[in-house]
């Protein structure tokens, strides 16, 4: 942390929190993978219930993944991304700090429970 003046000091939220490297690590993981459960959702035109219903969760809880909520296991967050159609590469990708890919509606024919989604 360097001081800046007048009792304010310039740092970054890891030196802020005192969080390891491998803590700050796991947060911007899981920070970047609850967006693109988001960013997924809404890019194919789902509701938060029905990801939820595919989950076989609740709305409340899937909004819980949402917002990155503590209390939601990454397990729960990649099983949503796996639902939105994304393979483990997309996956690595998001962790690796890049854009998740692009989620393309898939033709109405679905099984039960699974989303209708195609795979990217």
Same mark, same amino acid.
């Given at each position: 942390m360097k001081e800046i003046?007048?009792?304010w000091v ?6 802020l ?10 947060v911007?993981a899981? +920070? ?5 459960v988001?960013? &997924?959702r809404? !890019? ?8 939820a =219903? /595919?989950?076989?969760t609740s709305q409340?809880?899937?909004s ?8 939601v ?6 099983? +949503?991304?796996f639902?939105?159609g994304?393979?483990v &590469?997309?996956v !690595?990708?998001?962790?690796a700090?890049g854009?998740?890919p =692009? /989620?393309?509606?898939?033709?109405r024919r679905?099984?039960k429970?699974?989303l209708?989604?195609q795979?990217?």
């Amino acid at each position: 942390m360097k001081e800046i003046g007048n009792g304010w000091v310039e740092g970054s939220a890891q030196e802020l929190l005192g969080l390891t490297d491998a803590e700050a690590a796991y947060v911007e993981a899981k +920070a970047a993978l609850t967006r693109a459960v988001r960013e &997924r959702r809404l !890019a194919l035109g789902l509701s938060q219930s029905r990801m939820a =219903k /595919a989950l076989g969760t609740s709305q409340s809880r899937f909004s819980f993944i949402e917002k990155g909520d503590p209390s939601v296991s990454i397990d729960l967050t990649l099983r +949503a991304l796996f639902e939105t159609g994304m393979d483990v &590469r997309g996956v !690595a990708a998001v962790m690796a700090g890049g854009a998740a890919p =692009k /989620a393309t509606p898939a033709p109405r024919r679905t099984a039960k429970r699974r989303l209708s989604v195609q795979s990217v």
